[in-house]
């Protein structure tokens, strides 16, 4: 087991940055799979990004292709959600999640996860 807390949100300004961790505890965080997700009030939990276990090869959605960055400090045991040219659509609630037993593949589904955080709000102002 993993456990998995989310910090760095906030609110911030059309066209700004953010940077969000997810600091990993428990079983060794090199043994996971990881991603972002994020959920706004009255719809589906929406993939963000994703790293492999090994490799790290990287997905993105066209939404947010070319503005956010997925990294992983595997010495810290943290993910990173770098987020820059920020607008209102990306409002809601970011989750980090976890997943065990992959090892060159980005897991770009809800189900694919087995671990969860609580969630941190980004909010930006329009």
């Known amino acids: 087991q993993v456990q998995l807390v989310e910090s760095g949100g906030g609110l911030v300004q059309p066209g700004g940055s953010l940077r969000l961790s997810c600091a990993a505890s428990g079983r060794i965080f090199t043994a996971y799979a990881m991603g972002w997700f994020r959920q706004a009030p009255g719809k589906e939990r929406e993939f963000v990004a994703g790293i492999s276990r090994i490799g790290g090869f990287t997905d993105y959605p066209q939404s947010v292709k070319g503005r956010f960055t997925i990294s992983r400090d595997n010495a810290k045991n943290t993910l990173y959600l770098q987020m820059n040219s920020l607008e209102p659509e990306d409002t809601a609630v970011y989750y980090c999640?976890?997943?065990?037993?992959?090892?060159?593949?980005?897991?770009?589904?809800?189900?694919?996860?087995?671990?969860w955080g609580q969630g941190t709000q980004v909010t930006v102002s329009s």
């Open positions: 999640a976890a997943r065990a037993r992959v090892d060159y593949v980005v897991i770009t589904t809800a189900k694919g996860y087995e671990y």
